[in-house]
């Protein structure tokens, strides 16, 4: 599959290397066609990694993944052309986290709002699915890096959407079905995005980021 | 112990009736002293069961337990009165949920702030200590009703009570002592109560409350 990564961090990086080895062809976009960490990134991956502007990705795909800090989140997409990510599925991977104020970071959209639906908003004719969003990119390519049974989220507004992204969530990187967990429309990423405040400070604490979230559950009361 | 219980909810007449079950004389405040629903709570549990106004409730008690809602929380600890808390722990339970605009509920206060720093700010010489507010009253008092191992937090500037806290909690309610995570001060706060988003369409999701998240760790990447 032609898949669009974009930005050139740490997490587009990591998402961008499992798909290339995954044997799909992926091209890392970033604000100008000569960035030098995407460059060194195609350099590593071989034939099937090429980079690109925004929108030069945004074209190549047929699924396209935000990357991107959360604070550049719509600029990049914005960039990428409503005319290329229209019908498309944005799997959206980015949190508003707000770093300028020292750590720990806060949010610069919350509560009522989120930067999922800010995207959906902002690109209509896409599909957003918000997911991964939760825990390390180290994690989210390799679940087993965490022994046992833990989950991860999707929200969107499109029922198919939903459902081709847990099946690339399993296909792309070992996500058990039963771990991904639907919560609802896009207006449900609040819930995933306002987890990252205990997430950073799970963080600070274990001094490492290979941890997640698991759901546990017991028989319902009687009522 | 002598236990102040604030608020007459399911919340408080969870605690509340836990409390007395395991010997302890509980009174049970709300803003009148012939609250009918505190009355009825006192009838079915005895004669270690009292009720009072928030402010008799804070007397009598060495603990204090603000089981009100999020939105009266500020309201009924000022009632209490700042001369019957000080010196004393808070164990603040509550949530800062608004549900005036419907479901889901938004949160009065998040992000860069939390209701547990708010009271804690309001009532400097108290030491209060978030906890317990990540999930349903029947299983803060029965961790073992979702089975296996599963997480609460702490939250609070005084290591202190925070110490005193996880044996109350052990010792009132059964929870492990490996299964309570210290978050840190008081502004560690805004991660738990900013759960409660996910929380609430959790709920949704399963139509069950007996849920809880359980954080799972895996080895430290060699760096």
Redesign the interface.
């Known amino acids: 599959m032609n898949i669009a990564v974009l930005g050139t961090g740490m997490v587009g990086n990591t998402i961008g290397t499992k798909l290339v080895h995954g044997g799909h062809k992926v091209k890392m976009g970033s604000r100008t066609a000569a960035n030098e960490k995407a460059a060194a990134w195609v350099t590593s991956n071989g034939a099937n990694a090429s980079q690109g502007t925004f929108d030069e990705a945004a074209k190549f795909a047929e699924v396209v993944i935000n990357c991107t800090s959360g604070i550049g989140a719509i600029d990049a997409l914005t960039a990428a052309g409503k005319e290329n990510l229209n019908g498309k599925i944005i799997i959206d991977i980015s949190n508003p986290l707000d770093f300028s104020k020292g750590m720990p970071p806060?949010?610069t959209i919350?509560?009522?709002d989120s930067l999922g639906e800010l995207i959906q908003r902002t690109f209509p004719e896409a599909k957003v699915v918000k997911t991964l969003n939760t825990l390390t990119c180290?994690?989210m390519v390799n679940p087993l890096?965490?022994?046992?049974d833990?989950n991860i989220?999707v929200s969107g507004n499109d029922a198919s959407a939903k459902s081709a992204v847990k099946n690339y969530l399993h296909d792309w990187f070992g996500w058990k079905g039963e771990n991904i967990?639907?919560?609802?429309d896009i207006t449900?990423a609040?819930?995933?995005e306002?987890?990252l405040?205990?997430?950073?400070?799970?963080y600070?604490?274990?001094?490492?980021?290979?941890?997640?979230?698991?759901?546990?559950?017991?028989?319902?009361?009687k009522m």
Request: glycine share 10%; aromatic share 10%; net charge positive.
């Open positions: 806060s949010l919350c509560n009522t180290l994690l890096l965490v022994p046992g833990h989220f967990i639907d919560l609802g449900t609040r819930g995933t306002q987890l405040p205990i997430w950073v400070r799970l600070g604490l274990f001094q490492n980021p290979i941890f997640n979230f698991k759901i546990v559950i017991g028989p319902a009361p």
